[in-house]
Nanobody, 116 residues
Framework: QVQLVESGGAEVQAGGSLRLSCAASGRPLSMYNMGWFRQAPGKERELVAYISRQTSYADSVKDRFTVSRDNDKNLVYLHMNNLQHEDTAVYYC????????????WGQGTQVTVSS
């Protein structure tokens, strides 16, 4: 199995940028399709970015967020630009073997707070 640890969360002002990292250990990251999720207080968890052989994004973050991976370093990144207050949430990375279905592994999350 793989263990995932997110980092990079912080408090930033609106319009700012952050880069989140998801470090994998236990198995090569290249085995997995990776998703970045977020959950804001009182809201359901939502998928914001996904990377397999391609990338995809939620409409709310398209053109502002970019997901990338470095399989040699066993890292997945979420680059977030022009952050807005509504991006405030706990961000999680998750891994799955297949390209559809449930995610098998989750990190513990990292807090992103965007102040107006």
């Amino acid at each position: 199995q793989v263990q995932l640890v997110e980092s990079g969360g912080a408090e930033v002002q609106a319009g700012g940028s952050l880069r989140l990292s998801c470090a994998a250990s236990g198995r090569p990251l290249s085995m997995y399709n990776m998703g970045w999720f977020r959950q804001a207080p009182g809201k359901e968890r939502e998928l914001v970015a996904y990377i397999s052989r391609q990338t995809s994004y939620a409409d709310s973050v398209k053109d502002r967020f970019t997901v990338s991976r470095d399989n040699d370093k066993n890292l997945v990144y979420l680059h977030m630009n022009n952050l807005q207050h509504e991006d405030t949430a706990v961000y999680y990375c998750a891994a799955r073997i297949t390209d559809t279905g449930a995610y098998n592994y989750w990190g513990q999350g990292t807090q992103v707070t965007v102040s107006s």
